[in-house]
C-alpha cells in the first residue's frame, strides 16, 4: 500500500478485492492480515462471490493503516492457526429499536429514523474526556427546490445494513421527497412522493469520520420536472 499524493494519511480506511483459486479457501475467517513483521493487522474479510464447489472466488479486504506522506507499507495474508482467534480493539455496533437504527463507532453515534424527515439525527462526537457532545441540531437532510413551489424534504422508507462491521460499515438507506409545509412543519399529506433517493453511509471503528455516497433518482419518468437545487443539510 502506498500514499501517492504526498499528503500523510492517519487511519485512512483501505479496502481492496483479493481473488482465490477454486477450491483454495472455504471461507474468509480463515484468513489472518499481518504487516512486513509479521505482526497482526485488524482486518475485516467478506465474501463477494464463490465458486461453484462453495469456495471463495473474491473477498474483500477492509482495513485503517496511517502512512506518512509518499510512504509505502507491505502486508501479506496467511492461513489462521487453529484456536486462532481475530482481534479488534475497537468494534462498531448497529442497533435496531423501533425502526431507529443507532450507529456506534466508539468516536461517533447517531441515529436513522425510519419514516422521518432527518436522514441522519441524534449525531454526536466523543471528547477527549469521552463525554458525548451533539455536533447537530438538526441532524443531516436532503433537501430539493423547485422553482415556484415549497421545497422537497427527505423522508427514509427503508434502511438495510450491508456490512455490519465490525471494523467497517455499510448502511443503505431508500426513500423519497416530499413536499414540506413550513407552516406546519411537516410533510404534505396530499402530495404524492417523489424523487427516490439511495444514500450509502460508510462509517469505521474507532473513527469519526462519516461518508456519505447519495444517489438522487428522478422516478417520475412520464413527466418534465425542472429541479432548481438539490443539497444535503
Known amino acids: 500500500v502506498s ?4 499528503t500523510a494519511r492517519a487511519g485512512e480506511g483501505v479496502h481492496s478485492g483479493i481473488p482465490f483459486g477454486k477450491g483454495t479457501l472455504k471461507s474468509p475467517d480463515d484468513l ?25 472466488r473474491w473477498v474483500l479486504l477492509n482495513f485503517r493503516e496511517t502512512l506518512g506522506a509518499g510512504e509505502a507499507k507491505s502486508y501479506s495474508l496467511r492461513q489462521r492457526r487453529p484456536g486462532e482467534a481475530a482481534a479488534f480493539p475497537e468494534r462498531i455496533t448497529i442497533t435496531d429499536t423501533n425502526d431507529v437504527f443507532t450507529v456506534d463507532t466508539g468516536k461517533v453515534r447517531f ?11 441524534n449525531i454526536q462526537r466523543r471528547d477527549a ?10 441532524g443531516l437532510d436532503a433537501i430539493i427546490w423547485r422553482t415556484g413551489v415549497k ?13 455490519a462491521g465490525p471494523l467497517k460499515a455499510v448502511i443503505k438507506i431508500e426513500g423519497h421527497h416530499l413536499l414540506w409545509d413550513g407552516a406546519t412543519s411537516d410533510f404534505d399529506p396530499l402530495e404524492i412522493p ?3 433517493f439511495i444514500m ?11 461518508r456519505l455516497q447519495y444517489t438522487f433518482i428522478n ?3 412520464d413527466t418534465s420536472t425542472p429541479v432548481a437545487m438539490a443539497k444535503l443539510l
Open 111 to 121: 441515529d436513522i429514523p425510519i419514516y422521518a424527515g432527518s436522514i441522519l439525527s
Open 200 to 210: 450509502r453511509v460508510f462509517v469505521w471503528a474507532g473513527s469519526d469520520e462519516i
Open 32 to 56: 489472518v492480515f499481518v504487516d512486513a513483521q509479521g505482526k497482526t493487522v485488524p482486518a475485516q474479510f467478506e465474501s463477494l462471490s464463490k465458486w461453484e464447489d462453495g469456495s471463495q
Open 3 to 6: 500514499e501517492p499524493s504526498g
Open 129 to 138: 474526556a469521552g463525554k458525548w457532545i451533539a455536533v447537530s441540531k438538526s
Open 194 to 196: 417523489t424523487f427516490a
Open 151 to 163: 421545497y422537497f424534504r427527505s423522508r427514509i422508507e427503508n434502511c438495510t445494513v450491508e456490512s
Open 219 to 221: 422516478d417520475n419518468r
